[in-house]
C-alpha cells in the first residue's frame, strides 16, 4: 500500500506518469505523462468529454487510476486517500454554508482539522488580506457578489496550505466582465501558493490569459502542452489549431491530401482579379454576411474550397465598403499557413 503523503512538506513538483482510468470499456483517459512544476499554472483545456474532470478526480483521490502513477514531490499518492495527499480542490459551485459568516466558513475546515485557535485566527486574516475580504468578513453568502463568493471558496482551500491545487472551472458561474476582472487576480493568488497549479477550463481566453502552460486534451488523449503562444503558432495537429483561437482557424483543402491551416486575423483582402505578391497567395471568394465588432470586422466568405472567416480592422476602408454577394480577393503571406495532413491531422513542417 501506497504511504500517506507528507502533507506538511515542502512543494514538490506534481509528475503524472502514464495514467489512465477505464471504465468498462470506456477508456476515459490514456497514458497521460505531465510534469507541473511548484508555482506553475497548468490549464487543462479542452471540449466537454475529453478527460479534464477525470484528471481531476483523479489527483484528488476521488476516482482510483486503472494504469501510472501521480507523483507529488518525493511521494507517490497514486492509491492514498483523498485526505492524506495535501490537496485543495475548488469547484466551480462555492459549497459555501449559507448561515455562516466569510469568516466562520472559512475557519471551520481549520477548526475541524485540530488547528490551534491562534494559528487558525492569523492564518484567516492572511488570506482575508490576499483576497480582499478583510472588509466583508461578517457578511453571510447571500450579501456577497459571485466573484466574493468564488474568493472566499478559494481562501478555503488556501488555508489547507495545499501542496496541490486544483480548480474545476471556478469562473463558469460569473459573467463574462467579471471573470476578465477576476484573471489576473487570481493568477497573483494562485502563484503566491508556490504550489502546483492544475486549472480545469474549456474556456480558451481563461486559459491563454491564466496559465503558464496548456495541455489539450481530446477524447481522453492528450494532444499538446505548451505555452499559449506555441499552441498558437505551431499547432500539433489540426484539433489543437481549431480549439485555439476566435474566430477558429480556417481549414482548406487546396491540394490532395493536405489541409492549409488560415488564421483570419492574417487574411487580406484586395479587389477581385488583383494579382498577389511573389510571396503570397491568393483565392477568389465571395462575400456571405459581415459582424461589426466594434474595431474589427468579421467576414465570412464562401469560396471553391470552402467557407473562410477574415477578420479585418473597422478602417479598412475596402472591407468596411462591400456588400453581400461581392468577389474580392483574400491573400496571405505563404510563411504564415499551417499545413496538416488531410488524415491523421498531425502538422507538416514546410520542406
Not at 499559449?228 to 481549431?242: D, M, T
Not at 493536405?258 to 483582402?269: A, S, T
Not at 461581392?326 to 504564415?336: F, M, T
Request: aromatic share 2%; proline share 6%.
Amino acid at each position: 500500500m501506497t504511504a500517506a503523503a507528507n502533507t506538511n512538506g515542502s512543494k514538490g513538483a506534481l509528475k503524472l506518469q502514464q495514467l489512465g482510468r477505464r471504465v468498462g470499456r470506456q477508456q476515459l483517459l490514456e497514458s497521460l505523462s505531465l510534469t507541473v512544476q511548484p508555482g506553475e499554472i497548468l490549464a487543462l483545456l479542452g471540449p466537454s468529454g475529453c478527460g479534464k474532470s477525470t484528471t481531476l478526480r483523479l489527483l484528488a483521490g476521488l476516482d482510483p487510476a486503472s494504469s501510472g502513477q501521480i507523483l507529488l514531490g518525493d511521494d507517490d499518492i497514486t492509491a492514498t486517500p483523498p485526505a492524506d495527499r495535501g490537496v485543495a480542490l475548488v469547484f466551480q459551485s462555492y459549497a459555501l454554508y449559507p448561515h455562516l459568516s466569510v469568516e466562520r466558513n472559512l475557519s471551520l475546515g481549520p477548526e475541524l482539522r485540530g488547528t490551534r485557535p491562534e494559528l487558525i485566527k492569523e492564518d484567516i486574516n492572511r488570506v482575508l488580506d490576499l483576497l480582499q475580504l478583510q472588509d466583508l468578513r461578517h457578511r453571510k453568502p447571500a450579501g456577497l457578489s459571485g466573484g466574493q463568493r468564488q474568493r472566499v471558496a478559494l481562501g478555503r482551500a488556501l488555508l489547507r496550505r495545499p501542496r496541490l491545487m486544483l480548480l474545476d472551472e471556478p469562473m463558469s458561474n460569473l459573467d463574462a466582465k467579471l471573470r476578465e476582472e477576476l484573471r489576473a487576480e487570481l493568477q497573483h493568488i494562485l502563484r503566491s501558493i508556490g504550489a502546483p497549479v492544475i486549472y480545469v477550463t474549456h474556456d480558451q481566453h481563461e486559459a491563454m490569459g491564466l496559465a503558464d502552460r496548456i495541455a489539450v486534451l481530446e477524447r481522453g488523449q492528450l494532444q499538446q502542452v505548451g505555452s499559449a503562444e506555441e499552441l498558437y503558432r505551431r499547432p500539433a495537429n489540426s484539433f489543437v489549431a481549431g480549439f485555439l483561437g476566435n474566430p477558429s482557424i480556417n481549414l482548406l483543402s487546396l491540394r490532395p491530401g493536405l489541409l492549409i491551416g488560415l488564421r483570419p486575423e492574417q487574411l487580406r483582402l484586395a479587389p477581385a482579379g488583383a494579382a498577389p505578391a511573389s510571396t503570397e497567395t491568393s483565392l477568389n471568394a465571395q462575400l456571405t454576411t459581415r459582424e461589426w465588432l466594434g474595431d474589427r470586422l468579421l467576414l465570412h466568405l464562401s469560396s471553391a474550397n470552402g467557407p473562410l472567416k477574415v477578420m479585418r480592422p473597422s478602417s479598412d476602408t475596402l472591407a468596411a465598403g462591400l456588400q453581400p454577394g461581392a468577389h474580392l480577393e483574400v491573400q496571405w503571406s505563404r510563411g504564415d499557413a499551417l499545413c496538416f495532413d488531410a488524415r491523421s491531422g498531425e502538422r507538416i513542417e514546410p520542406s
